[in-house]
Antibody, heavy 119, light 110 residues
Framework: EVQLVESGGGLARPGGSLRLSCSAS????????MHWVRQAPGEGLVWVSR????????NYADSVKGRFTISRDNAKNTLYLQMNGLRAEDTALYYC????????????WGQGTMVTVSS | QSALTQPASVSGSPGQSITISCTGT?????????VSWYQQHPGKAPKFMIY???SRPSGISNRFSGSKSGNTASLTISGLQAEDEADYYC??????????FGTGTKVTVL
């Protein structure tokens, strides 16, 4: 079964840091680009970042550029999101997402990990 | 990148057809065929419904169909059923090498 399991969410202070992880199973992780998408409570979906198969090509949403860093470890089948300089507006459920192979659409979603930024 | 514009809510009776619009710009929807749609039930992760404007993934009912004209994409649900009641989001790849989601539409089955 194809599965994505996020972890690492929790409560952080403004200006603080968190590192999210996403463990992938049931497919050849190293052959897929991967994404992070977030959803603030009661709000819509927002794309955060993507990374290519070998971690060389990376893109970020303007709202997180310079503060968040996406990375991956293909040997561990794991995707990461290092979140620094956290702000209240970063409070959201963060989804790890696998695209449909070779396509610009989001095929497999994890259940999400909640990040709350509050003093 | 501003969110794509969707109506806040759309409703219909069982068996009817409804259409959800998704309006962007010439830098996203108007520039690419890479529009996709997602269904999200409360408390659940989004579910992939349509990709490349009109294509349906395996297992998705043919009651769901997509289209695009200019800077506006649309999702049509025909033969509306109770289980179609959910939030729906569009998304598009953009000329900034990023993705933008729509504002979301709540579908209510009357």
């Amino acid at each position: 079964e194809v599965q994505l399991v996020e972890s690492g969410g929790g409560l952080a202070r403004p200006g603080g840091s968190l590192r999210l992880s996403c463990s992938a199973s049931g497919f050849t992780f190293s052959t897929y680009w991967m994404h992070w998408v977030r959803q603030a409570p009661g709000e819509g979906l927002v794309w955060v970042s993507r990374i290519n198969t070998d971690g060389v090509y990376i893109n970020y949403a303007d709202s997180v550029k310079g503060r968040f860093t996406i990375s991956r470890d293909n040997a561990k089948n794991t995707l990461y999101l290092q979140m620094n300089g956290l702000r209240a507006e970063d409070t959201a459920l963060y989804y790890c997402v696998r695209p449909l192979h070779g396509e610009y659409a989001f095929d497999i979603w994890g259940q999400g990990t909640m990040v709350t930024v509050s003093s | 990148q501003s969110a794509l514009t969707q109506p806040a809510s759309v409703s219909g009776s069982p068996g009817q057809s409804i259409t959800i619009s998704c309006t962007g710009t010439s830098s996203d929807i108007g520039a690419y065929k890479y529009v996709s749609w997602y269904q999200q039930h409360p408390g659940k992760a989004p579910k992939f419904m349509i990709y490349d404007v009109t294509s349906r993934p395996s297992g998705i009912s043919n009651r769901f169909s997509g289209s695009k004209s200019g800077n506006t994409a649309s999702l049509t649900i025909s033969g509306l059923q109770a289980e179609d009641e959910a939030d729906y989001y569009c998304t598009s790849f953009t000329s900034s090498d990023s993705y933008v989601f729509g504002t979301g539409t709540k579908v209510t089955v009357l």
